[in-house]
């Protein structure tokens, strides 16, 4: 039943220890977002891939990279996390080229806390 | 340019009352339009959406809204609040499907 799925729910990284998040899915979406939310904030874009093509939000630090390996798979490396990364980050698919399939899809989400 | 504006960060009404959440867009294009909502250390769920059929809509767990272009709003009821619709809820509008605005979140209370 799972569509969106992301691994780990939670993530506790060092400061400055790269660490990555993985998202899934199972909707062959050709679009796959990473939004990072901090506490009582709505989702910040960090980036998507529209089928292979990586599109980088224009604040987003240099520090987040990502990675599309496939259709089905996403990932998120965070290079060197500060205290200031500590966050939700939101992994989210949507199917663009059908206007009645508008619509994005959530994963659970990967709280990541840096210590 | 799109965004999407969300008046009053925090709701509360009483179980039992009306549930009113404000969505207010800026759209050069026709939008899509959204509603979410987001339980504690959870995802978004889709609340309901609207793509250009009936301004009216529909969704799940009672919540409707209403796409007024005149207006250019997309507000959220729900007739009679339950303490399990407290959460966030966030609008959000796109018209590529490609890129997506959200609000700034509304968090409503529901009281006893």
């Known amino acids: 039943d799972a569509m969106v799925i992301q691994n780990p729910r939670y993530q506790v990284t060092q400061f400055g220890k790269p660490v990555t998040l993985s998202c899934s899915q199972t909707?062959?979406?050709?679009?796959m977002y990473w939004y990072q939310q901090k506490s009582s904030q709505a989702p910040k874009l960090l980036f998507h891939?529209?089928?292979?093509?990586?599109?980088n939000e224009a604040d987003t630090p240099d520090n987040f990279q990502s990675r599309r390996p496939n259709t089905s798979f996403c990932f998120l490396d965070i290079r060197s996390p500060g205290l200031g990364d500590a966050a939700m980050y939101l992994c989210a698919t949507s199917r663009v080229g059908r206007e009645d399939s508008y619509e994005q899809y959530f994963g659970p989400g990967t709280r990541l806390t840096v210590t | 340019a799109q965004s999407v504006t969300q008046l009053g960060s925090h709701v509360s009404v009483s179980e039992g009352a009306l549930v009113l959440l404000r969505c207010n867009y800026s759209?050069?294009?026709?939008?899509?339009l959204f509603w979410y909502v987001q339980y504690p250390n959870q995802g978004l769920q889709l609340l309901l959406k609207?793509?250009?059929?009936?301004?009216l809509v529909k969704g799940i767990n009672g919540f409707e809204a209403e796409f007024k272009k005149s207006e250019t709003s997309f507000h959220l009821t729900k007739p009679s609040a339950h303490m399990s619709d407290a959460a966030e809820y966030f609008c959000?509008?796109?018209?590529?499907?490609?890129?997506?605005?959200f609000g700034t979140g509304t968090s409503l209370t529901v009281i006893p």
């Open positions: 959000a509008v796109t018209n590529t499907g490609n890129q997506f605005y």
């Open positions: 759209s050069s294009v026709p939008p899509y």
């Open positions: 909707l062959n979406h050709n679009v």
């Open positions: 891939y529209y089928d292979k093509d990586f599109n």
């Open positions: 609207y793509t250009s059929a009936a301004t």
